[in-house]
T-cell receptor, first 116, second 116 residues
């Protein structure tokens, strides 16, 4: 069965600090997708990144970076020089490829509070 | 990526009544997904809706409580039946990435339901 674990329930940092959000996943599939979503207080889900299981290259997008390690089944997300606008709940998610439904399974989320 | 129009955006309903939530997608999609997000919680998949067949429900969700319609490839409805205060949640519809690549699942803006 697929499972996504985000052990950090809440993180509080001061603006300009770097912060890493952890994500560990479980799947028996050899091919799958991993995602990160941001949910600000307004409630909408904002797509941040999708990573294919066969692509282990790390990725950087502005202040955001992602570290994908299949050996440890982890897909961690780092925000560099955090800003107050980064305050949100962040969800890591997993979907299988080519399955019956391609459903997306979410982790429990990490609430990030960035203090000014 | 697809654009989803979901309505209503919010509603306050009386215990014992039913509410139907609609999602309209701007392109044809094979599968649509319905999620529930209880207050302060993560997203939980209710069911997957394929056009022309019965929806597939996740463990803990039943058709009598959450009937789903999928009359065509761009539209779906979720009904929350015989509501109780425990049904107070945000309900979201979603579609999987169109065209593959590095896109994410697209989500509607959500329906914030309060049952009194």
């Amino acid at each position: 069965a697929q499972k996504v674990t985000q052990a950090q329930t809440e993180i509080s940092v001061v603006e300009k600090e770097d912060v890493t959000l952890d994500c560990v996943y479980e799947t028996r599939d050899t091919t799958y997708y991993l995602f990160w979503y941001k949910q600000p207080p307004s409630g909408e889900l904002v797509f941040l990144i999708r990573r294919n299981s066969f692509d282990e290259q790390n990725e950087i997008s502005g202040r955001y970076s992602w570290n994908f390690q299949k050996s440890t089944s982890s897909f961690n997300f780092t925000i560099t020089a955090s800003q107050v606008v980064d305050s949100a709940v962040y969800f890591c998610a997993l979907s299988e490829v080519g399955g019956a439904t391609n459903k997306l399974i979410f982790g429990t989320g990490t609430l990030l509070a960035v203090q000014p | 990526s697809a654009v989803i129009s979901q309505k209503p955006s919010r509603d306050i309903c009386q215990r014992g009544t039913s509410l139907t939530i609609q999602c309209q997608v701007d392109s044809q999609v094979t599968m649509m997904f319905w999620y529930r997000q209880q207050p302060g919680q993560s997203l939980t998949l209710i069911a997957t809706a394929n056009q022309g067949s019965e929806a597939t429900y996740e463990s803990g969700f039943v058709i009598d409580k959450f009937p789903i319609s999928r009359p065509n490839l761009t539209f779906s409805t979720l009904t929350v039946s015989n509501m109780s205060p425990e049904d107070s949640s945000i309900y979201l519809c979603s579609v999987d990435p169109i065209g593959g690549g590095r896109s994410g699942y697209t989500f509607g803006s959500g329906t914030r339901l309060t049952v009194v």
